[in-house]
């Protein structure tokens, strides 16, 4: 069983910095990414950032330079370096790995770690 445990969330004021960590175990092969993915109340679950196999990362437009996604493979742990919080990345984030048994793709979830941005 592959299990996802994410942790760092929390309430911090705008312009304040968070780094979330996920912490993977099980027996896991054939990874295609991890990535992090945030819902806030009453919208979609969207992808803010991801790192594949091979190192490469995409992060969405909305947090392009200020938020870094990093692994530390001797770890297996992967993380998401948060600067300049504003309110509006206030929401719940989401550890995610994807992994091939061609030609299946499956997802694992964590259960998340909730991100309060507020004065």
């Known amino acids: 069983q592959v299990q996802l445990v994410e942790s760092g969330g929390g309430l911090v004021q705008p312009g304040g910095s968070l780094r979330l960590s996920c912490v993977a175990s099980?027996?896991?092969?054939?990874?295609?990414?991890m990535g992090w993915y945030r819902q806030a109340p009453g919208k979609q679950r969207e992808l803010v950032a991801e790192?594949?196999?091979?190192?490469?990362?995409n992060l969405v437009d909305s947090v392009k330079g200020r938020f870094t996604i990093s692994r530390d493979n001797a770890k297996n742990t992967l993380y998401l370096q948060i600067l300049s919080l504003k309110p509006e990345d206030t929401a719940v984030y989401y550890c995610?790995?994807?992994?091939?048994?061609?030609?299946?793709?499956?997802?694992?979830w964590g259960q998340g770690t909730q991100v309060t941005v507020s004065s």
């Open positions: 995610n790995l994807k992994w091939k048994v061609p030609p299946v793709l499956y997802d694992y």
């Open positions: 099980g027996s896991i092969s054939n990874i295609v990414a």
């Open positions: 790192i594949t196999s091979d190192g490469r990362t």
